[in-house]
């Protein structure tokens, strides 16, 4: 069965530091997607990147990167100088192509709390 | 603008009554979803929807269910059955129901029981 694993639960930076949320996920499948979403306050969830099972390229988008390792079965997300407006709740997700059911399995999230 | 209406936003309900929670999309998406989400937990999957007139239970289901009759309307209803039913719901749409698009999701809807 999949699984993903946000084992921070809370992390709290001051404004212009880098922090990295980690997730680490289990499959039996050979072709997945890895997604990260963010949920601010009022609550709607955001999309911010998806990744194949066979891309492990990273990506960089502004102050943000994503490192896909499946050697390691992980998909951290870092932000870069971080600000206020970084703060909410951050999830990562995975869906599987063929084994799994085809809907998205959500880790518990991790709570950034940018302290300005 | 294109995207998903979840009504009510907040709603409250006395025990042992059924309610009805709406999700409407215009985004001409195959695949609708819900979800719920407690406090410090993650989103857990009630049930889903790949094409009209077809749905499958996802790892809560029971005490809830659902209807898919028209392709941008995915009304999910909370029973008398489901036992601890105060949470936050969440309706989503994707593409395909194939699991590699993206999740597009609704603001939620808060259902509280008295």
């Known amino acids: 069965a999949q699984k993903v694993t946000q084992a921070q639960t809370e992390i709290s930076v001051v404004e212009k530091e880098d922090v990295t949320l980690d997730c680490v996920y289990e499959?039996?499948?050979?072709?997945?997607?890895l997604f990260w979403y963010k949920q601010p306050p009022s609550g709607e969830l955001v999309f911010l990147i998806r990744r194949n099972s066979f891309d492990e390229q990273n990506e960089i988008s502004g102050r943000y990167s994503w490192n896909f390792q499946k050697s390691t079965s992980s998909f951290n997300f870092t932000i870069t100088a971080s600000q206020v407006v970084d703060s909410a709740v951050y999830f990562c997700?995975?869906?599987?192509?063929?084994?799994?059911?085809?809907?998205?399995?959500f880790g518990s999230g991790t709570r950034l709390q940018v302290q300005p | 603008d294109g995207g998903i209406t979840q009504s009510p936003k907040y709603l409250f309900r006395k025990e042992g009554q059924n309610v009805t929670l709406s999700c409407e999309q215009n985004?001409?998406?195959?695949?609708m979803y819900w979800y719920r989400q407690d406090p410090g937990q993650g989103l857990r999957l009630i049930y889903y929807s790949q094409i009209v007139n077809d749905f499958q239970k996802g790892d809560i289901a029971e005490g809830y269910s659902v209807s898919r009759e028209k392709k941008e309307s995915f009304p999910l209803t909370v029973t008398s059955a489901q036992k601890n039913p105060t949470a936050f719901y969440l309706c989503a749409s994707s593409i395909s129901g194939s699991g590699a698009g993206e999740l597009f999701f609704g603001e939620g809807s808060r259902l509280t029981v008295l």
């Open positions: 985004l001409n998406h195959d695949a």
């Open positions: 499959t039996r499948d050979t072709t997945y997607y």
């Open positions: 997700a995975l869906s599987e192509a063929y084994t799994g059911r085809r809907a998205l399995t």
